[in-house]
């Protein structure tokens, strides 16, 4: 027999790891060049704690592999930003 609270809380971290999804997908609408994505993968890949960047020039996307000890996607979205290229997290 199953205990509750035994499933509960094997069930928690996976609800947690789920609402941060990573890699993380963000949406960088202004890349609209072939250099962009090279500015745009550098800029992350400068970031402590980036394990792998993935950038989708025809969706004008980043999937990013993270650490999530070291950082969190709101520190991607300002390294694109300060870089010239605003992102948004992917819904
Ligand atoms: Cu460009």
Known sequence: MRNPL???LLTL???AAAET???VTLEIPNMNCGLCPITVKQALQKVPGVENVRIDFER???SVRY???RVQPEA???AT???GYPATLQE
């Open 21 to 23: 999804p990573n890699p």
């Open 81 to 83: 930003g300060n870089a």
């Open 76 to 78: 991607l979205i300002e």
């Open 6 to 8: 035994l499933t509960m």
């Open 67 to 69: 650490d999530p000890d």
């Open 60 to 62: 004008k996307t980043a």
């Open 13 to 15: 971290p996976l609800m």
